[in-house]
């Protein structure tokens, strides 16, 4: 992915260097709750287990790590998240809206150092959503 270095997309003057995605999916909310802490966690998040509290801590076979901040069953997740490679954590959220149609689905990240950080986490995380629908579908 191309990045104008003079683009400012998603630059905030609190959070740094920030995105969201969403679809939505023929499911229902309890559903894709369920899918999101349990059947389809290696999906988004990596090979690793989910504690059901704020504070209780992750690291993915993958070496991403992190902690979570919040969590609203059924709502929302709010995590840290930090690659191995990374000198710093950014924060992840997944939303799960009511849609007509199903659920929607929303991963926010903020916290990022770049503009080349967020294009590739936007790529990144757009895959996944792409993955998680399929899955989900």
């Known amino acids: 992915m191309t990045v104008c270095m003079n683009d400012t997309t998603g630059l905030t003057k609190d959070v740094g260097w920030e995105f969201g995605v969403r679809r939505t999916v023929d499911a229902p909310v309890d559903e894709v709750w369920e899918y999101f802490v349990v ?3 290696p999906t988004w998040l990596g090979d690793t287990t989910l504690g059901l509290h704020k504070g209780d801590t992750y690291l993915t076979a993958e070496g991403v790590s992190g902690e979570i901040r919040s969590r609203t069953d059924q709502l929302r997740l709010r995590l840290t998240w930090q690659p191995e490679d990374w000198d710093h954590d950014t924060t992840v959220q997944v939303t799960l809206m009511p849609a007509a149609s199903g659920t929607t689905i929303g991963f926010h ?12 986490m936007l790529e990144h995380w757009t895959a996944v959503l792409d993955r998680v629908i399929a899955d989900l579908s």
């Open 39 to 41: 059947d389809g966690l």
């Open 109 to 120: 990240q903020e916290r990022l150092a770049s503009a080349e950080e967020r294009a590739q």
